[in-house]
């Protein structure tokens, strides 16, 4: 009975528990907005540049990440999550996923805030989704000879691509917070690197990197504020 609770606790050690404990979080909270609209998780939660501008409400930035606008919204992100997350979590790491994740969702979030039109309200995990989709991405540049590798970067950019020109032609998508999510995949990916392969990794350029990513977050944020006049 120990060796089989063992096995247990390893095999969960060793799968997507960041991945599925994120899908578990977000169902949870699509359940509480439907369930009790009095919560009021919503207006309280998403993306809204004015309450983030005049209220200082900058966990805005994070929240968003953990919403979404009904049903169908919720359920493709939810799946889209699932397959890619286990396999950039695998690959990654627990830590340095949900970093990459978490990270690259709050950047698409600092994107939407400082280029989407003033009052605009946005929500959902794609921002983080496209951030572990640029996490990947960036492996086609330290994995150059590994076919594998290069095959599923192949799939993913052009599934990125066509979702950037479908952005572009369909107003209730977020395209700035989707360029924002992949642009701190990208970054993320390269400032965290992989666990067991740090010998490809330049320590000048994950820091530089990493730089890059606080000076775009800290620009969108200005910018936002700009936008709604609070600094001159």
């Given at each position: ?5 063992k096995?247990?606790a ?7 528990y ?6 578990a ?28 501008a ?8 994070l ?16 799946l ?12 990654y790491?627990?830590?340095r996923?949900?970093g ?21 309200q946005?929500a ?15 492996l ?6 590994n076919?594998?590798?290069q ?6 950019a ?12 369909d107003q209730?998508?977020d395209i ?15 400032t965290?690197?992989l ?16 730089a ?14 700009k ?5 001159v």
């Open positions: 009975m120990n060796f089989d609770l096995r247990t390893n095999q969960w050690k060793n799968g997507p960041i991945t599925y404990s994120l899908i979080i977000q169902t949870l909270i699509f359940l509480l907005d439907y369930l009790a609209p009095a919560l009021q998780l919503q207006p309280r939660g998403v993306m809204f540049g004015p309450y983030v005049f209220f200082h409400q900058y966990w805005r930035f929240t968003p990440i953990f919403l979404h606008f009904g049903l169908a919204h919720f359920a493709i992100n939810s889209v999550l699932y397959f890619i997350g286990q396999q950039v979590e695998a690959l790491g627990h830590s996923f949900l990459i994740y978490l990270l690259s969702g709050m950047l698409g979030n600092a994107f939407s805030f400082a280029f989407n039109t003033a009052g605009i946005s959902g995990s794609s921002t983080s989704i496209f951030g572990i989709f640029g996490a990947f991405l960036i086609g540049f330290y994995f150059r000879h076919p594998a590798i095959g599923m970067v192949r799939q993913f052009i599934f990125v691509l066509l979702s950037l020109v479908f952005g572009v032609f209730s998508i700035w917070g989707h360029i924002g999510g992949i642009i701190g995949g990208l970054l993320l990916g390269n965290i690197a666990p067991k392969n740090p010998g490809r990794y330049s320590i000048h350029t994950r820091i530089l990197t990493g890059i990513y606080v000076f775009l977050f800290g620009i969108c944020v200005i910018y936002g504020l936008k709604y006049g609070i600094l």
